[in-house]
């Protein structure tokens, strides 16, 4: 299918502001936070995990969007979580403390975690088995690149403006999109209608794994990256905003290419150098004592990141359409119960030695390789059935 086709259509335009008006206010918060809660707040390593806990609790949650589904439809239920983690987001800088910035990120997350589970749902029902990579790999370059203009933003007028008016400015825009879209209408009646109850099939046990263990692993990530690379390495607000604009210059040029080869090489060998590569990232990242290295892992781990669209689109191809959007609000809960806990226990093990954090980590990405070997076989029997 011609990419022309994919994007000049309602569903793909609608989804593409909303993503981009998601990295504004997300890119902001995140870029900001790190510095905010150790700078301002205060906050040591056990309380910033906590935090980490709480902000994936919504996430843990996601199941409770099948039921709203009942009342609103799903592109509304989209624009509305927009807006709301924009207004969380624009409350933040104004409480700065432990209890403010975990009330806070509450707000902001539940935004966040419904709109990731309405796009990825959204997508798999309106896009096809090979234009969803594209679809999703486009949206995150994209995404990427407003990431790379967020980060020289903030690089540029840090020093002008106070954490309140960064925080209110970033959020206000996911606000205002969201408001925007709630009145738009891309929505097709040529689709399955979903189911409006809870979906947990034996046949989709791989998928439901491999999100359990990508939840674990990534929030790690998270919870722990950037603030190691703060407090072991003392990077400024300024060094994190650039090699966020670092990162993302790379991840715009290279999510399309991961998106194609999740069509060329399928999801298994994609997923496979993912897991491998994140195993020694994160040895290297419990290991090193160079902030260049720290931020180079720091790339090189959002790099791989981006393969995790190959579990989505696996899901896709064995789920029967009807299951999609409760299927990936069951996904996403799953993918978060790990994410609840891992980081508390991740910060309390930071008070000990910070290598155990990512040493878990390497743990884990070593299950998920296991795990991936099976994609084939499930394939194959989803082609006899």
Known sequence: MPTKNITSRKMYIFLLILTIATAIGFQGWRTLLNNFAVDVAGLNGGE???????REIPGFLSLLVIYVLIFIKEHRLAAISVAL????????????SFAGIAFTTLIMSFGFHYYETLNQSLTLQY??????????GRLRSLGAATNIVVGIVILSISGLFSYQQLFMGAGLVAVMAGFYCFFQDPSSTDIPVQHKKMIIRSKYWLFYALSFMAGARRQIFVAFAVFLLVKKFDYSLQAVAGLFVLNNVINYFINPIIAKSVNKFGERKVLSLEYASL???FVAYAYTDSPIVGGLLYILDNIFFNFTIAIKTFFQKIADPKDIAPSMAVSFTINHIAAVF????????WMQDYRIVFLGAAALSAVSLILSQFIDHELKLKSRA
Do not use: R
Request: charged share 0%; aromatic share 12%.
């Open 48 to 54: 910033f995990g906590a935090v980490g806990s709480i």
């Open 85 to 96: 983690m924009g207004f969380g987001i624009s409350l933040t800088g104004f409480m700065p």
């Open 127 to 136: 896009f096809g088995y090979s234009e969803a990579p594209l679809v999703m």
């Open 279 to 281: 195993l020694v990232i």
């Open 342 to 349: 891992v980081p508390v226990l991740g910060g309390l093990a």
